[in-house]
């Protein structure tokens, strides 16, 4: 494999090498090195939430930076941008900031001239630890083969605007979910209270025998 002086540029002394038409890079969050994957670039990020709040922080992360969605599915944690037509400017930023697609012969920065065609897409999987975030990139601009000659037409994102995009996307997906609103607190009812019999007074027996009078043996009949 033939190592291209240009898909060095293009890979920011991060060691990216030629495959196929495109410089391929793979960074993670301690830094990069050479992909065999072809066509673009790869970042992982670990996210400490869950599949779903990752697949909607990616969205809004996307939305904050200027990349249209195209789909989102919490299902599969797929979420994909349009098709980017860029031309000297992105997200308000000048282009360069944030793509890298070399320089012509006079030095100029080829991301700010022309269009460069971007597409970004993210794919969120479950992890032990949360959620896996696996951003993928590539771009081309068709000035980049005429200004080197070398067929190549692929531009690569510049690291520290990916790192922007990550960084934004565990910030939202961490930000602590609201707490739940509790329900007024009641005081729990008495326990009912057996009811005990009323005590009724012992009834007296009623003495029915007639007393009868010791006669006066004295007295007359």
């Given at each position: 494999?033939?190592?291209?002086?240009?898909?060095?540029?293009?890979?920011?002394?991060?060691?990216?090498?030629?495959?196929?038409?495109?410089?391929?890079?793979?960074?993670?969050?301690?830094?990069?090195?050479?992909?065999?994957?072809?066509?673009?670039?790869?970042?992982?990020?670990?996210?400490?939430?869950?599949?779903?709040?990752?697949?909607?922080?990616?969205?809004?992360?996307?939305?904050?930076?200027?990349?249209?969605?195209?789909?989102?599915?919490?299902?599969?944690?797929?979420?994909?941008?349009?098709?980017?037509?860029?031309?000297?400017?992105?997200g308000g930023e000048q282009a360069s900031r944030r793509i890298n697609?070399?320089?012509?012969?006079?030095?100029?920065?080829?991301?700010?001239?022309?269009?460069?065609?971007?597409?970004?897409?993210?794919?969120?999987?479950?992890?032990?630890?949360?959620s896996l975030v696996a951003l993928t990139a590539n771009g081309s601009?068709?000035?980049?083969?005429?200004?080197?000659?070398?067929?190549?037409?692929?531009?690569?994102?510049?690291?520290?605007?990916?790192?922007?995009?990550?960084?934004?996307?565990?910030?939202?997906?961490?930000?602590?979910?609201?707490?739940?609103?509790?329900?007024?607190?009641?005081?729990?009812?008495?326990?009912?209270?057996?009811?005990?019999p009323t005590a009724q007074p012992a009834t007296q027996p009623t003495?029915?025998?007639?007393?009868?009078?010791?006669?006066?043996?004295?007295?007359?009949?």
């Amino acid at each position: 494999m033939r190592v291209q002086r240009f898909a060095a540029l293009l890979a920011l002394g991060a060691g990216a090498a030629c495959a196929g038409n495109n410089p391929t890079l793979t960074t993670g969050d301690y830094g990069a090195k050479p992909s065999s994957a072809k066509g673009g670039q790869q970042f992982t990020r670990i996210v400490n939430a869950t599949v779903a709040r990752t697949v909607t922080a990616t969205v809004s992360a996307f939305s904050d930076f200027g990349i249209p969605i195209a789909t989102a599915n919490e299902a599969t944690g797929q979420v994909s941008s349009s098709q980017l037509q860029i031309r000297g400017t992105w997200g308000g930023e000048q282009a360069s900031r944030r793509i890298n697609c070399g320089t012509d012969s006079l030095g100029q920065d080829l991301a700010d001239a022309g269009t460069t065609t971007v597409n970004v897409s993210a794919t969120i999987t479950g992890s032990p630890t949360g959620s896996l975030v696996a951003l993928t990139a590539n771009g081309s601009n068709p000035l980049s083969k005429r200004a080197n000659g070398s067929g190549l037409t692929g531009c690569v994102l510049r690291t520290d605007f990916v790192t922007r995009i990550l960084n934004d996307i565990e910030q939202k997906a961490s930000a602590a979910a609201p707490a739940p609103v509790n329900p007024i607190a009641r005081p729990a009812a008495p326990a009912p209270q057996p009811v005990q019999p009323t005590a009724q007074p012992a009834t007296q027996p009623t003495d029915t025998t007639m007393q009868q009078q010791p006669r006066d043996s004295t007295k007359p009949q």
